[in-house]
């Protein structure tokens, strides 16, 4: 395309300051300047950019002009050269060998996985129920997160090592302590990986697929410091952005009884579930997903970097700019959503979205470099409602304004703690055991 050498977006002549919240103060530009300013930020000159349309140039149209930026290699302290960090060739080579284990098909054995871990789950907040007691839902689900993912991945293994993974869900900080502590897991799936090289009958899991996997054009397996910076990513994002949607949906659900009864009229003709091909006749459950992601997507912030010059729209993009594309204001657009800070899932309804534009929500990114772990989390976010919801409400008494934590991911800031009710279907308590696998 022809760039043009001219115009520079308007933006604060203030710097960022870390001790301010990066999402508070970022809102305010936006108020100020519009859907793109320029600012400093971390000492690197920025674009942020909240256009859907600037969007889709950046993340779809013009990608490959676009590498991760600087925030991206704070990432790679935790992650290494895993496939959320890495660039050009590592990267095409890398998301070609690990894709097979996030087809339909591989995805479709996993239904079983995935409800016997909540049915565990729906089994302790019973319990809870019938005490009265209170159950700490963003710890519950964050465990039941990290458990799914785990399984999957170190499938037979998991019994013996899973529990050297639990700092992820009991450690909130995400600082250099953190990264240190994680890195070190390393050890424990070189140590697996050792010992499935001399028993190759227990290479379950998706690590036995990666083990397995080979270059198509070169056909070399993966060296072991990639095998592990691979995992080590899978593990991280399988866990924290279910965890933290989930979070959000409960709160959610709570604050807005007209949307729990109808998800509870839906799932009143449930009796069994047991097959990957049931989850699209909950159409309701996955608007509300969809919504709560709108609201509080896990990514709130996406960044890239220009390697060339560009341009988006009006303005001059110059080479190594980097770029802000934050899906929590471009989802939050009053120009692209009424009433947009409202939880309605029946924005999503399908005759509601046909006319969207497709990235109006975002949040698994977009265009070639989308979360390969997509599918993956919408099926255990459904299937989590389906076997909760199903028997039991969660009521939550708001003492204090809800506090976002605005970090590599979007949290909450404090526990959402939450009272468990049994519901009643028919004349009789729902029973969990309609619902084991």
């Known amino acids: 395309m022809e760039v043009k050498h001219g115009r520079v977006p308007p933006g604060p002549q203030e710097k960022y300051e870390t001790t301010d919240n990066l999402l508070d103060w970022m809102s305010r530009q936006f108020k100020i300047f519009g859907d793109i300013y ?119 293994d998991y019994e013996q090592v899973g529990s050297h993974f639990d700092l992820l869900s009991q450690e909130k900080a995400r600082d250099m302590a953190f990264a240190r502590s994680f890195r070190a897991s390393g050890k424990i799936i070189l140590q697996i990986i050792d010992r499935r090289r001399k028993d190759p009958a227990t290479s379950t899991g998706a690590l036995g697929m990666l083990m397995q996997a080979r270059d198509p054009q070169s056909g070399q397996l993966m060296q072991d410091r990639q095998l592990i910076d691979e995992i080590l990513t899978l593990i991280v994002a399988g866990h924290e952005t279910t965890a933290s949607t989930l979070n959000w949906t409960w709160y959610l659900i709570s604050q807005h009884p007209e949307v729990e009864q109808r998800l509870s009229n839906e799932l009143n003709d449930l009796t069994t579930f047991s097959e990957f091909d049931d989850l699209p006749r909950f159409l309701y459950t996955r608007q509300i997903i969809d919504e709560a992601m709108r609201l ?15 341009q988006l729209g009006e303005y001059f993009v110059p080479a190594g700019t980097e770029i802000y594309v934050p899906p929590y204001f471009i989802q939050r657009h009053p120009d692209v959503w009424e009433e947009p800070n409202r939880f309605n899932p029946d924005r999503f309804r399908p005759d509601n979205s046909k006319h969207r534009h497709r990235l109006a929500t975002i949040p698994f990114s977009a265009g070639p470099r989308n979360c390969i772990g997509a599918l993956f989390a919408r099926i255990e976010m459904q299937i989590h409602l389906l076997t909760i919801a199903r028997y039991l409400r969660l009521r939550y008494i708001q003492s204090s304004p809800i506090e976002l934590d605005a970090a590599v991911n979007l949290r909450s800031r404090y526990d959402f703690i939450m009272y468990p009710e049994v519901k009643i279907v028919g004349n009789s308590e729902a029973a969990a055991s309609d619902l084991d696998p």
């Open 38 to 156: 320029k600012a400093s930020v971390y000492g690197t000159s920025v674009y942020a950019i909240r256009d859907v349309e600037f969007a889709h140039h950046v993340l779809v149209e013009n990608w490959q002009n676009y590498v991760k930026g600087e925030m991206t290699g704070r990432v790679a302290l935790l992650l290494g050269d895993g496939l959320m960090v890495s660039e050009g060739d590592l990267w095409k080579r890398q998301r070609r060998m690990i894709q097979p284990a996030f087809n339909h098909e591989s995805m479709g054995a996993l239904t079983e996985l995935i409800m016997a871990v909540n049915s565990r789950l729906l089994r302790k907040w019973q319990v809870a129920a019938r005490g009265n007691e209170s159950v700490n839902v963003t710890h519950d689900v964050s465990g039941m997160a990290l458990e799914v993912v785990l399984r999957f991945i170190l499938g037979d």
């Open 296 to 310: 509080y997507p896990a990514g709130w912030l996406l960044n890239r970097k220009a390697l060339h010059d560009d």
